[in-house]
């Protein structure tokens, strides 16, 4: 068992985990956030998609202990003081979610795309969360609400600036 | 006591909540990753489960050895299929005899019948050790050879793939209609074509998971899985787990989509439960993709022999069909998918001779069970490609022929040749509407420029329909002996004593708004704003109401499901106003329910649902003298169904929502890949509950359809081995790979549902066979054609040589 | 899915790091990004019994120009080039590869030397490092080595590098002229997959048009990404016209000498070898256009 330290969601969170666990499962089962999802066995659905140091990450893709002294979002955490993150707004304005599997790592996706490129065409914003499936939307209202806060001009990085690379 | 506010009738017709483009309530939680998935269920002292699986498609099971495998630190306990059958019952089949002997307990006994089969339940402290204990069970097999196509499973003299029934063609009618003799000799031509549609599967994003806690004070099993028909399956695993269903409380929290697929984690109920009881302990089971993949269910995979007969001036006079299914290893749902093509065998067309002999093939496969337009969308490829490929035959239209066959909406409503009553619409309206909305001439202009571009290209239509619920009398046609009939739902609607308003429906759905769309109804009866209507999510069989039908499957929510809520909401509403009247000294017809306070006509004050409320359920001696206490109504919706006609005809589905699509498709000769340049959608579901959940679904089936057209194909190798049983390989496509939709709606209310809705959750499959209809497009100026439903690149690289010879 | 139990070692330093994977060098895999890693110790198709994590080692990280090659640190992930200020000018065809790589997750945590050593023929970077004749820098306990990209890959997921080596730099040799025209072609089934055919190729042409230097790699054909020489033959020294164009597909199909071609599902091998040729011939076409607008006034394009 190895000892980690992390900041989940704004937090300082200890663990004992066996090296092998998955990060998704450290959030899961250890810290009990269970918004990010697994979809898949081989990093291809990124319905586990977190923030770690800001980026976009498949937390299904790493070991928690890599985690260890890192900055995790999860999308428990994108909501600030009780107001929705304007693409959370926006993902439920534009019909962007039915069953709700995909959308925590979809949406978080999206905060990577938006924080580095504020004004995507819909071809950067399809490339933006082609790491993402989605199994009931046909993408097409997802599309339509990141492009809805980018033409708005309404995003904000949850990230603050010194937590990035 | 009175409020102040006054309205009159004509305002209050204008609240309106039907038919608005409503967000959804249930967004919220799933937002914010404050959604209840299966997964999430944590239990105190819970332990996790692994399967272990079949690598073989046949072969006898001759050993399975624990001894290694339990000594693996944090394993439980291991079951094999042999110990749990011990206890349990087989899982029901619709078969007729003697293949109702195909036995099915969802864990391999002595015999393993597909690769992914289950084999042995590992019981362990963490899933991880589970998965440590699974790679030391020691399994010995005697390898048999697989059956792996229908057409070899037919064929005399081929291995069985269940011993104990006399062939492999477990299931074999044939129905005919009509006159054919006549119809082909009249014919100016005949398009006779094989056809073979694909095996693919809507693949939810979340894969099957099941929790089960038995509690041995009661003999109570508590079961969390994200089964999308709980309530119908409950009798099923009852019965095989010689209980009674009253003591499994089944509950289907939020289910991360369904398809039809999650109809079909019902063996693992089972097999947790027994697993349960004997280590006493709440257990979780959650598959993987793989898992998902090569062992839940998959879609239907047909190879058709057909022929259509057609006049001079593109008229369909007749159609003749061989259908051999490949069902995989069990029967479970099916022959369903096999005998839907019944449901509206004709389609939106008029021709009267049909001839439909139907093959059901078990082979050495995974399961097929239902699947997003089950069984419907394959009568539709039938019935679209050959007209389509008439069409250029004769020199005509792709959308002319169409409209030269269509029954129009005069004639409705429509009796089928197979007694399908078809429930208004105007499908001659749809098709110009799709036409209209892509510019049909500028496409084939774009069409025409592509080609000179040295690309490969083709405009496709092809009209759909979809329909829904299951009259389950259909059942008589498959097997004699069954006594089902038409099919029902469940609602109750409640106003607490402080005015508090609550709804629930036996739906149990996955990402349909059903919360939404209830809160929708219930707010129009009464008179609120749908934020006033609280109404349960999920399904919880010790909380929501249910019948024997309940569940999400065959687009029922907006026919059977609003209904049955809508009901509940009338009677109380009417329960409502016989109080008020009297409270008021008004006459009901006077009343009416605006914003929360019923209101007269003639301008007094009002009194709020509020004070009725306190009324009804506390200040009883105030009542009506004749009146029950409180206001609460459980409503069970039946269906009006009726019998089959004969023993090939009925109808079998109260209401035929129907689509066209058109499809511009850009081939990469080079590479054989296909891209959709364009997509447009024109669907009728009569009247729209929230056309914004509506309009999602229309997005969800372009997404389903274009998927399994161009990248999405389950294919085995010559051992039975699945080749795509991961993301890696099983192509669900990615936003970058699909276009944007150009959708649109007509409404023609059904002349058969209190609401004027349709069912149109799963769609009809025309964007799909519109592909199919394009790329033929493509490929007929150069003398060639296809036969699939999957554009396959290497097959299409492979006719483009031929046709360039580079 | 839930990988087998291994001993997990973090390094602190390069010394460290090599330290390590000396003393476990009989069961051991470094972890970098952990993108190929991960996924196949999560399908339990890898299994090392020991994994060193040399993700924190600061001293591999980076990009820095010399007068004769632009240094990346192996560990600089995928982002990291895509977003650095050295990719637009000289270094086209570093650009054009890295933006096709995965997806942004994967960009985000995947580092160039990790997809290197991983000797993936399918994944974008080695025919891209062979077209740009790059140098890969290693580090072990007998010390440094320079290895040449052509030779680096020795079979399918095996490199020249020992157990207990590292990859620790890339260089990319400077273009010597402005007139550098470069493309990265990739034929995938879905986006984001492993290719089924990839052509990376850098041309450099001279005031007349003609091709004085010319790098073109071939992956997810060959079960390892191999250099097209007789293509590299063809268009030195020529205007790239029609008709070398049309000689292009040939000439690349000829690069594959004995070696096995992949096959799968998504593509059978005589499919891959069917179609390498037309993404060649778009690929050289397309990197001579651009060298050819870069050197405009000098030379004229077709």
Known sequence: MTQIQLIVNGKKVEGNVEPRKLLIDFIREDLGLTGPHIGCDTSNCGACTILLNGRAAKSCTMFAVQADGMEILTIEGLATDGKLHPLQQAFHENHALQCGYCTPGMIMSSVDLLSRNPNPTEEEIRLGISGNLCRCTGYHNIVKAISSVAKSHIFVSPVKKEGRD | ?806 | MYPRAFKYERATSLENAIELLSRNREDVRPLAGGMSLIPLAKLRLLSPGCIVDIGRLSELKGIKQDKEWLEIGALTTNTEILESKWLSGSYPLLLDTVKEIGDVQVRNRGTIGGNLAQADSSTDWPATMIALRAKFVSRGPKGERIHDADSFCIEPYTTALDPDELLTHIRVPNPASGSVGASHIKLERRKGDYAIGIVSAQLEVDNEGKCVSVGVGIGAVGVIAVRASKTEQLLKGRRVDADTLAKVGDTVRDSFGGMDILSDIKAPSDYRLDVIGTLAERCISKAYSMAASAGAGQGKGR
């Open chain 2, 1 to 806: 006591m009175a409020s102040s506010v006054t309205m009159h009738k004509e305002e209050a017709r204008t609240a309106g909540w039907i038919g608005k483009r409503y967000p959804r309530k249930e967004d919220i939680r799933f937002i914010t990753g404050n959604g209840l998935f299966a997964a999430d269920i944590k239990l105190p002292n819970m332990a996790y489960v692994a399967i272990a699986r079949s690598p073989y498609a046949s072969a006898k099971i001759v050993r399975i050895d624990k001894k290694r495998a339990l000594a693996v630190p944090g394993v439980v306990g291991i079951f094999t299929g042999a110990e749990i059958v011990e206890e349990l019952d087989p899982l029901p089949n619709l078969l007729p005899s003697p293949y109702d002997r195909v036995r099915d307990f969802g864990i391999a006994v002595d015999r393993v019948r597909y690769a992914g089969e289950p084999i042995a339940v590992i019981v362990a402290e963490s899933t991880y050790a589970a998965w440590d204990a699974m790679e030391q069970l020691d399994v010995d097999y005697e390898e048999l050879p697989p059956v792996l196509t229908a057409m070899t499973g037919a064929k005399d003299g081929s291995p069985l793939v269940h011993e104990n029934v006399p062939t492999n063609v477990v299931w074999h009618r044939k129905f005919t209609y009509g006159d054919l003799d006549e119809a082909f000799r009249n014919a100016h031509i005949v398009v006779s074509k094989k056809l073979k549609w694909h095996r693919f599967t809507s693949a939810p994003l979340e894969p099957n998971v099941v929790v089960v806690d038995y509690d041995a004070r009661h003999g109570i099993y508590t079961v969390w899985s994200n089964n999308q028909r709980p309530a119908f399956n409950q009798a099923a695993v009852a019965k095989s787990l010689r209980t009674q269903a009253n003591l499994l409380h089944f509950i289907s929290p939020d289910i991360g989509g369904g398809f039809g697929i999650k109809n079909e984690n019902y063996p693992y109920i089972i097999l947790l439960a027994v697993a349960a009881r004997w280590v006493r302990r709440p257990l979780r089971w959650v598959e993987t993709r793989t898992e998902h993949m090569i062992a839940s269910a998959h879609g239907s995979e047909i190879n058709y022999e057909a022929e259509m007969a057609l006049s001079k001036d593109g008229r369909i006079l007749g159609l003749r069909a061989k259908a051999f299914h490949d069902e995989g290893a069990y029967m479970r749902r099916e022959p369903i998918a096999a005998f839907n093509f019944i449901r509206h065998a004709t389609m939106t067309y008029t021709f009267r001779n049909l001839e439909m002999d139907i093959y059901a093939i078990v082979t050495n496969k995974c399961p097929v069970g239902p699947n997003r337009s089950y069984g419907k969308m394959q009568q539709g490829f039938l019935v679209e490609r050959l007209l389509d490929i008439g069409a250029r035959k004769l020199g005509l239209d792709p959308i002319e022929i169409r409209m030269r066959n269509f029954v129009s909406s005069t004639q409705m409503p429509y009796e089928t040749p197979t007694g399908a009553m078809l429930d208004g619409g105007e499908y001659a309206k749809a098709i110009s509407k799709v036409a209209e909305n892509l510019q049909y001439g500028e496409l084939i202009k774009e069409r025409d420029r592509l080609r000179k571009s040295g690309m490969l290209a083709g405009v496709g239509v092809s009209m759909g329909m979809d329909a829904c619920p299951i009259n389950f009398s259909s059942n008589r046609l498959i097997n004699p002996k069954s006594t089902a009939s038409g099919e029902s739902e469940a609602a109750w609607v409640k106003i607490d004593e402080d005015g508090n308003i609550s709804a629930a429906v036996g739906t149990s759905p996955q990402g349909h708004g059903h919360e939404t769309a209830v809160s929708q109804i219930v707010a129009e009866v009464l008179g609120v704003s749908p934020d006033d209507v609280y109404t349960l999510p999920a399904f919880d069989s010790w909380t929501h109401p249910s019948t024997p039908h309940s569940g999400t499957y065959a687009s029922r929510f907006a026919i059977a499901g609003a209904s049955a809520v809508n009901g509940a909401a009338v009677r109380v509403r009417e329960k409502v106003l016989r109080i008020a009247a009297h409270v008021m000294g008004e006459s009901e017809s006077n009343l009416d329910i605006v914003n929360g306070v019923v209101v007269s006509v003639k301008a007094k004050p009002g009194v709020s649902l509020k004070e009725i409320a306190r009324l009804a359920w506390k200040d009883l001696a105030n009542l009506p003298e004749k009146e029950e206490p409180g206001l609460y109504v459980n409503l069970v919706y039946k269906t009006p169904f009726k019998l089959p006609i004969d023993d090939q005809r009925g109808n079998f589905s109260l209401t035929y929502s129907y689509s066209a699509s058109m499809v511009l498709l850009e081939i990469d000769p080079g590479t054989g890949m296909s891209k959709i340049r364009r997509v447009g959608i024109v669907e009728d579901s009569g009247n729209q509950i929230n056309p914004m959940i509506v309009e999602g679904q229309i997005h969800g089936q372009l997404g389903h359809q274009l998927g399994a057209a161009l990248y999405e194909d389950l294919v085995y190798d010559e051992n039975g081995q699945l080749l795509t049983s991961t993301f890696k390989d099983y192509l669900a496509p990615t936003a970058s790979d699909l276009p944007s939709y150009e959708t649109g709606s007509i409404v023609t209310p059904s002349l058969f549902t209190p609401l004027g809705t349709r069912g149109m959750g799963e769609g009809g499959g025309a964007p799909l066979i519109a592909c199919a209809n394009a790329l033929d497009d493509a490929l007929t100026p150069h003398g060639m054609e296809f036969d699939g439903s999957y554009l396959s690149p290497v097959k299409i690289r492979n006719i483009v040589k031929t046709i360039t010879k580079k």
